[in-house]
């Protein structure tokens, strides 16, 4: 069944970590008779999350899509983690939905996940929907929740609903928009009766306060209701859906997915509230491989394209892309150009999802999001298009890592497998990085958290049949040095056969920092002949390369070479890169040489029960705090601490702050290491040599 534009909803579910979002998702698939029993995160049994690393670990991993029929209108639900680890998933879906519908969790209110959630809708500039979860629950602050929403966001989140028994009884909300009383039944469905007369004042007010917001997002509407005092049931209604699509009002609604209690209600809002695709009219691209801004409008009638936001590899499957369709409408069988690629892709068949299960479709249309199997160069972030009209359209921004581990293969042989496995899981997912270090010699991988790096790297084990080892990354550090130096070095062999012979005497300085290595000649006299110049250069720059300290990178040095000696015969290129090299380590060791280490800036927001265990914390990491700000909600430390002890600080931050604090890192500069470190790092480095 093809839907066209003005009657699709792309929804993003996100919310804290077990807020109820994956049980809610069911609930919708309940509740439109898709499936038949309430599904279970415990038993492992709910639509959205479906493989065995989510059933085993009980929690989302990946997002998931389903799309339900509120009777005319499709919902696409993007269902995503609410697990900080995995938040690249969630920056993935908004790139695509056209509303969010935020989970707040009735017993516990606002967490790091639902900061999270609301600032990827703020970033995207999409409406946000709030259905306060689990109202069913012992111990539940409804009000109090409201309040604290309010305080965080503003006013414009208003309370559509409200409870009358919240608790393990809970069956009924009272619904300003209907200004009824709503009572559910186990089946989802509800009565409406009149409101008790106890209450009937407050809705009054509620409904006056929302009609308020409403005129106040019109200018036409507001001076209407200036001269008038009221407005119509049609411009109210016309005026709250253009409000919550302008982000002027946060609707929020009362749920409880395991008694099926607000859910159908729900469902009737977002297909007659949330904005269609085609609201904003237009999307923006540029020409491919150029700044030359393109405008499309999202319209059956513009050519063919769309945009993948996500690719999984699905054991049994293969390649799964799913993609938003930007414009124009397709079936199976056309061919799409990948503009990143230039590969045509040849769509087989084109499917809507409902958790792993396949819906085959027989076109797509503007607007929709659907799923495409083994397309051969596509993953995520691509633009496909018609090729007679190329466009390209804005990549996802992705979280910067926040933790990095070494890798290897447990098994000689695998390490090619593990770099195969490693370039397939970037390519599904950009917040999973990988870089093959040349100077660390290591294979280093980063991403948002300990869990996502586990879960990212056992892809990979199962994939191929390999263990893969984590270790710690070495640092990259660096050498230089103090004061000026002196060195000479002769280098001699004469052991049968053609003799090798070259005599060198360098000058070292300091420089400035980020100057780099500059070598000089300043020979006089004929004691060298010149053309062995360029092979003394070739000798230090191979000495830069690993240091005589600890086999740093060695930087900001200028070296002169002022004098040396050869022989007539057996003075030749490779004995003055000897020589060089030799010439080059007698001076540095004289010149008192430091060790360098890499500072990262860090920017850490915690609440402010926190601030002392943190800046404690950071201390003991040699850090230093550089300054501290509030948003007025939490407190933010920014600070500049070494590498070498930024190491699974993303771990150390959540225990800390009880998984309430995020951070985010970038490198600063190089500084001198404290000299009894220093000591230990180059006696490490001397006895793995011994060693090797």
Known sequence: MATLSKNIRNIALAGHSATGKTILADAFLLNTGVINRLGSVQEGSTASDYTQEEIDRQISLRASLIHVYQKDVKLNILDTP???????ELKAVAHVADAALMTVDATSGIAIGTELAWDAAAQRAIPVFIAVTMLDKEHTHFNEIVKSLQERWGDRIFPTQFPINEGPAFSAVIDILKKKLLRFNEKGTYQEEEIPAEHQSHVEDLYQKMVEL?????????????????????????????????RLLYPLFCVSSQRNVGVTRLMEILAELAPAPDYKPEVEGVKPGTKDKLIRKISDSEPASIYVYKSVYEQHIGEMSYFKVMSGTFKPGADLKNVQTNVHERFGAVYSMIGKQRVELVEIH???????????????????????????????????????????????????????GLAQICAEDPSFRYVVDPELKQTIVSGQGETHLDVNLKKIEQRYNIHIKQIEPRIPYRETIRKSAEGHYRHKKQSGGAGQFGEVYLR????????????????VGMNVDRSFVPSVEKG?????????????????????????????????????????????????????????????????????????????????????????????????????????????????????????GIFRQKFSNYEYVPRDIQEKIVAEYRHEKEES
């Open 82 to 88: 609410g697990y900080m680890d995995f938040s690249g």
């Open 214 to 246: 409403v005129a106040e997002s019109d200018d036409t509407l507001l001076e209407k209701y200036f001269e008038a005092g009221e407005l119509s049931e049609e411009e109210i209604s016309k005026g709250l859906k253009s409000a919550i699509a302008g």
């Open 366 to 420: 503007a607007g929709d999001i659907g799923t495409a199997v083994k397309l051969k160069e596509t993953h995520t972030c691509n633009t496909l298009c018609d090729p007679r009209s190329p466009i390209e359209y804005p990549a996802i921004i992705f979280p910067e890592p926040v933790i990095r581990v070494a890798v290897e293969a447990s098994a000689k042989g695998d390490d090619e497998k593990i770099g195969v």
């Open 508 to 523: 070292i300085e300091p420089k400035e920092r980020g100057e780099g290595i500059e070598f000089v000649s300043e020979l």
């Open 540 to 660: 230090v720059n191979q000495a830069t390369i690993e240091g005589p300290l600890s086999g740093s990178k060695v930087i900001d040095i200028r070296v002169a070479f002022y004098d040396g000696k050869q022989h007539p015969v057996d003075s030749k290129d490779i004995a003055f890169q000897i020589a060089g090299r030799g010439a080059f380590k007698d001076a540095f060791e004289n010149a008192d040489p430091i060790l360098l280490e890499p500072i990262y800036e860090i920017e850490v927001k915690i609440p402010e029960e926190y601030m002392g265990d943190v800046m404690g914390d950071i201390s003991s990491r040699r850090g230093k705090v550089l300054g501290m700000d509030s948003d007025g909600h939490s407190q933010i430390i920014r600070a500049s601490v070494p590498l070498a002890n930024l190491y699974k600080y993303a771990n150390t931050l959540r225990s800390i702050s009880q998984g309430r």
